[in-house]
């Protein structure tokens, strides 16, 4: 008699799967406001999509060559993630381009998968099978195909009305990590959508912050809140988090303009 077939088990330490969204209270969305105008009104102002080019390659080189202000980082493998920033395209002129539509989140899978393969600088595909994210603190397994199928249209759904307000932020990038639609290049579009919300969330009219670098400076902290997240549906938790890497991303930036003058 043949043996039945069975799938191969894929074992993780986590599995990520981006739990319903919950609307912010109304603490969360004012302390939220108060960063998105900070981040609206930074000074000095970028001067049009060539004064942001490269922004986060900047910030990147002004952190590996030292600057004692920055924020501190909670891992030690931050350096060799903001050296990676050095070998592909720099993420705001592809952003500018693409800004009148991704900004008003009129984006479909065409689309986004054009953008992703835009800023790996190559062809992408998207993802066919199980997916691991590998650390030496534990591997992570993303969404399974099946779920992570609706990524895309949760987001569209949830940009279109008011209800997230201070949340959409995190909910873009917590969405697009866990259901890791593409061969590549998951964390530059999930934090390309960042900047999308915060068009939304902070009236921005091109990338004004540097993320990359702070992403990867908190990089531990981060991959604990999103692995909460997942299991425990604490949205305001998450939120806590991620709001304070925006902090960041914001101090560094002031941090490099301050040195560029």
């Not at 591997?139 to 609706?150: K, P, T, Y």
């Not at 987001?155 to 873009?172: D, H, Q, R």
């Not at 917590?174 to 390309?192: C, E, K, V």
Request: glycine share 8%.
């Amino acid at each position: 008699m043949t043996a039945p077939f069975s799938a191969p088990v894929f074992k993780f330490d986590h599995v990520w799967t981006c739990p319903p969204i919950t609307c912010p209270t109304s603490g969360e969305n004012q302390a939220a406001a108060r960063l998105f105008s900070a981040i609206a009104k930074r000074n000095p102002a970028p001067a049009g999509p060539i004064g942001v080019a490269g922004l986060e390659l900047r910030a990147a080189m002004m952190l590996l060559h030292g600057e004692p202000r920055a924020p501190e980082a909670d891992n030690d493998f931050w350096a060799a993630k903001c050296r990676s920033l050095l070998l592909r395209p720099a993420i705001e002129p592809i952003a500018c381009s693409y800004w009148a539509r991704f900004a008003q989140f009129r984006i479909d899978e065409v689309a986004a998968l054009g953008m992703a393969s835009a800023m790996a600088g190559r062809s992408l595909v998207p993802r066919k099978g199980p997916a691991t994210g590998r650390s030496v603190h534990g591997d992570v397994g993303f969404e399974r195909l099946d779920v992570a199928a609706q990524w895309l249209s949760k987001i569209v759904v949830a940009a279109g009305g008011p209800e997230l307000g201070a949340a959409l932020p995190g909910y873009c990038f917590a969405q697009t990590i866990m259901a890791h639609p593409f061969s590549d290049g998951n964390g530059r579009f999930a934090r390309l959508m960042v900047h999308a919300a915060l068009a939304r969330c902070a009236g921005i009219e091109r990338p004004v912050i540097a993320l990359a670098p702070a992403f990867y400076r908190r990089a531990r902290e981060l991959g604990a809140a999103l692995t909460a997240l997942s299991a425990d549906a604490d949205w305001s938790a998450f939120n806590a988090t991620f709001l304070s890497i925006l902090e960041d991303a914001l101090t560094l930036t002031r941090l490099l303009h301050r040195r560029s003058r």
